[in-house]
């Protein structure tokens, strides 16, 4: 059993920058693979970034690439998105989550785990 919790999301104008901060419960937090998603209003919850157990090799969104990093720490069990030269288009909830594949897993039914969100809202 893993818990999320997120952390950093705030207002900023386009062009600044974020760096979201997910905290996990648990001992084993390095055997798991670990996400971010977004979800605007009214649109469906889409993968942003994912960085792999293990090797911890990464995947991104096309329109976040080159701006958004994800990373990790897992003596702190923490998961990082740095964002940034950021747009109003980016502005969404962001979700961390946690899967056991051992893919760098970029699809919503392959996580088990989920954090409860926190907002960023860019505006121009």
């Known amino acids: 059993q893993v818990q999320l919790v997120e952390s950093g999301g705030g207002s900023v104008q386009a062009g600044g920058s974020l760096r979201l901060s997910c905290a996990a419960s648990?001992?084993?937090?390095?055997?798991?693979?670990m996400g971010w998603f977004r979800q605007a209003p009214g649109k469906e919850r889409e993968f942003v970034a994912a960085m792999r157990r293990g090797n911890g090799i990464t995947d991104y969104l096309d329109d976040v690439k080159g701006r958004f990093t994800i990373s990790r720490d897992n003596a702190k069990n923490t998961v990082y998105l740095q964002m940034n030269r950021l747009k109003p288009e980016d502005t969404a909830g962001y979700y961390c989550?946690?899967?056991?594949?051992?893919?760098?897993?970029?699809?919503?039914?392959?996580?088990?785990?989920w954090g409860q969100g926190t907002q960023v809202t860019v505006s121009s």
């Open positions: 989550a946690a899967t056991d594949s051992y893919r760098t897993a970029t699809r919503l039914n392959e996580y088990r785990y």
């Open positions: 648990g001992r084993t937090f390095s055997m798991y693979g």
